[in-house]
């Protein structure tokens, strides 16, 4: 990170429910939208920390994002309203390389979230394929409208090509399941964060076979980094 | 009054320019072999709070010296590094292999290891003996008499106190398992602050050493509050989580807390804490 600033105050422009998730829409101001898979850092209203989300659209002016209410943080994000603000952090970390050749990008639930901004900056309308737990959280593939999407007990995985590039996001299982398919997988981590920087040390991850920051390292991995089992699985 | 940051709290390699707003960068606690620290999830929020299970994650002494400080003294800032071990020997061991820093701060009071470690006066004194730096001692408010641990290591010879540590907490997911792989963390945060400007009040009283005061201070005001109780500087920990630019935002905010409170300096606010005529001294 360069800059020591404090984070900058954003309006919420909108707020649109999308099955049980959230799309929070936040004026850009001086913020780049960065690379995909990067992350930001939200306040969360009545909370001491923020919370991570990477961005998941990136409509002129506006930075959007896309929650899941999990916890107070989250659902805190999801009750604010046209016209009230909130400071911002970012963009932050490592996100996806977009210099492949076979594009495939692969989400599971509130993993969807990085992967339309992420379409829309690879260009050349790539496939997309996504899995939800239920039918009401498959409404946010509303936001890929090409995508292919399987609903739980189907597995995502079951849609991967294994001579893809593949661009994955989704929950710890998946993401593992992905990189034993994939050994050449990027995969979009999550962690819980403190900071987003380097300061906190919270977020370790086993990477490359040491616990390590994921803000710093990731949040986007190759799957080699993580999936030790890779050859064993293979 | 210094600003400091709570050691553990800031990785300057990692954010250069938010250690450049501190008057010194502490760094995090440096024991005499490599630990990995604890499994995740190593933090969780609380109410006003948070915790943290890092469990002294650290390069180790030897990598530290070799690689670490030489690439923190680039970087021009004055430095305060936190040393910590499991017995008297390891802490004398690394501050006689330290020169070119500004303190010492001993952490004496980690809430996240286990192992049992020599008192705090033992530590300090074996210190003393291996270097002429200035050696302040990080003190837990947990201890029933924080003021006698206090007057201890000023005994064995501390030039300075930082209070206070975390405290030992646990917190609980919604399945009412704990919230943290290692079961129980520091407590740091807001919820601190009171425990905190107590261990300062009365830690002055008992030694007149020199105090950096920490523990969920947010903004000058806050700051000010340390400063009338007793500290010399405060030091930030948990703000810089969701606020990078804390440092320089406190130090502005803090001059503005003086004149609100008619001080000129944060230093004469402690003789606002103590005047007869308001009759509000600080209870030690």
Redesign the interface.
Known sequence: MQSSDSPSRHSVTGSERVGPYTLLRLERGALEPGVPGQFFMLEAPGRLLPRPFSLCLAPPGELVFLVDPVGPGTEALCRLRAGDEIGVLGPLGRGYRLDVERPLLVGGGIGSAPLPYLAEQLGGDPPVVLGFRSAEYAEAAALLPSAEVVIDPVLVTELIEPDCDVFACGPEPMLHAVAGLCPTAQLAWEAPMACGYGACYGCVVEIDGALQRLCLEGPVLDAARVHTHVEAVA | MRILNAS????AL??P??A??LDAFVT?TVTPLPR??S???????TA???L?A?GL?NPGRERFLADHLPRLHELGFPLWVSVGGFCADDFAETCSRLSDVEAIELNLSCPNVDEAADSAAEIVAACRASTGLPLYAKLSAAHPDVAEVARAVATAGADGLSLINTLRATALDKHLRPALARGSGGLS??ALKPVALHAVSVCRAATGLPIVGMGGIESGRDALEFAACGADDVALG?V???????P??VRAELAAACADAGVATPEDARTLAKSPETGRKVPA
Not at chain 2, 8 to 11: K, P
Not at chain 2, 240 to 246: E, Q, S
């Open positions: 553990g709290c800031l990785d990692a954010a320019e938010v450049r707003q995090k990995e620290g499994a995740p999830p190593r933090i969780a929020e006003h709070g948070m943290n890092i994650a945060g807001p948990t810089l989580f969701g606020d990078p630019g804390a320089a935002r």
